[in-house]
C-alpha cells in the first residue's frame, strides 16, 4: 500500500456528508402529500445536494453563491446590511457584493424559482432547485461561511473551516439527534434567511476562540493520522475533535439541525406559495434519457474538476 504524508482535501461546505444527511434528512420532516413525492427521489436529492459545489468547476459565478463575508462591510454589518439584493446593490454595487459573497440573496432567489418550478409542475426542477436550495440552506448555517476569516487563516488557525464542517460531523453525526419536527410554512422568506445569517455569523468568534484554546492545550496531540485509501494524511485528531465538540456545546449539532428544519419548511413553503399543486402529477415523473445523461455529465464535469486539484488545496469554501 502507498502510504504518503498529505494534509486532507477540503471538500467544500459541510463536506459532502454532511450536506447529504442534510437533505435527505429534510425529506422525512415533509408533510402528506408532499412527502410521497420527495421520498420517491429521495436518493437523487441527497447526491444531488453536492451539485453547487460540483458547479465551482464549471461555472465561474457559482463560488460567491455559497459564502457572504459580512464582515468586511463592518461589525455591525450583519444587522444593518440590506436585506433586499436591489437596495444592497444600489448601496455597494453587484461587483463589491459578488466579490464578498451573495448567498443570503442567491438562497432567496433559489426559493423563488423553486416556486416557480412547482407553478409549472416540472418535477424535474423541482428536483434540481430543492437539492440546490437545501445546499445554500446548509452553507447558511456554517459560521465561517459568514466571515473574511474563513479558514482561519488571518489568525494563524489555518484548517478550522474543513475541521468544523466536516471533521466533527463525520466522527460526532452518531451521537446527534436529527428529529426536528414537521415543516412548517414560512411567511417570511427573506427575514428567514437573514436570521440564519445573523446567528451563524454571531457564532465565529466562539469557533475560532474555541480552537485556539484547545491547540495550546493539546499541542502536538492535535494531529494525527489515518490511512484513506492508498493515501495516510493528517487529520485533526479524534481525542481533539471530541474536546472541541465539547467544547462547543453541541453547536455543530444544534446548525446541522436548523439546517435540516429550514430546509424541509423551505420546500414545504415554496409548495404551498404555488398553490399547492397536484402532488399526483409530480409522481409521475420519471427522469428519461436526457435527464439521466444530464446528470450523468454533470458528475464527470465534477471528476475533472477534481482531477485539477492538487491534493494540498481548498477545493472550495
Given at each position: 500500500m502507498l502510504a504518503v504524508a498529505v494534509p486532507?482535501?477540503?471538500c467544500g461546505a459541510w463536506g459532502f456528508y454532511a450536506h447529504r444527511q442534510i437533505n435527505q434528512l429534510a425529506v422525512f420532516t415533509l408533510p402528506p402529500p408532499l412527502i410521497a413525492f420527495y421520498k420517491k427521489h429521495n436518493a437523487y436529492i441527497t447526491e444531488a445536494s453536492v451539485n453547487p459545489d460540483r458547479r465551482r468547476f464549471a461555472v465561474p459565478e457559482e463560488a460567491p453563491r455559497?459564502?457572504?463575508d459580512i464582515d468586511h462591510f463592518g461589525d455591525s454589518a450583519v444587522f444593518t446590511m440590506p436585506r433586499q439584493w436591489q437596495d444592497a446593490v444600489a448601496k455597494y454595487t453587484e461587483d463589491t457584493l459578488k466579490a464578498y459573497g451573495i448567498l443570503p440573496w442567491h438562497l432567496v432567489t433559489t426559493y423563488y424559482r423553486l416556486r416557480d418550478a412547482f407553478f409549472v409542475r416540472d418535477a424535474a426542477l423541482v428536483l434540481r432547485l430543492s437539492a440546490d436550495l437545501g445546499h445554500y440552506v446548509a452553507d447558511a448555517h456554517v459560521p465561517l461561511h459568514t466571515t473574511e476569516n474563513y479558514n482561519g487563516q488571518l489568525t494563524g488557525q489555518e484548517g478550522i473551516h474543513a475541521f468544523w464542517e466536516s471533521r466533527v460531523p463525520e466522527l460526532m453525526a452518531g451521537e446527534y439527534n436529527f428529529w426536528v419536527g414537521r415543516a412548517r410554512y414560512e411567511p417570511n422568506i427573506v427575514q428567514r434567511v437573514w436570521e440564519a445569517i445573523v446567528q451563524s455569523h454571531l457564532k465565529v468568534d466562539t469557533v475560532l476562540t474555541v480552537e485556539r484554546q484547545l491547540t495550546k492545550e493539546f499541542g502536538e496531540r492535535k494531529y494525527s493520522f489515518e490511512t484513506r485509501g492508498r493515501q495516510t494524511v493528517r487529520v485533526y485528531s479524534r481525542e481533539f475533535t471530541y474536546a472541541y465538540h465539547k467544547a462547543l456545546n453541541g453547536m455543530v449539532e444544534r446548525q446541522m439541525r436548523a439546517a435540516v428544519k429550514m430546509t424541509g419548511d423551505l420546500w414545504y413553503s415554496a409548495w404551498a406559495d404555488a398553490g399547492q399543486p397536484d402532488v399526483q402529477e409530480l409522481l409521475n415523473y420519471k427522469?428519461?434519457?436526457?435527464?439521466?445523461?444530464?446528470?450523468?455529465?454533470?458528475?464527470?464535469?465534477?471528476?475533472?474538476?477534481?482531477?485539477r486539484v492538487r491534493p494540498h488545496e481548498d477545493a472550495g469554501r
Open positions: 486532507a482535501l477540503l455559497h459564502y457572504i427522469p428519461g434519457e436526457a435527464e439521466l445523461e444530464q446528470r450523468r455529465l454533470e458528475l464527470e464535469e465534477w471528476k475533472r474538476g477534481m482531477l
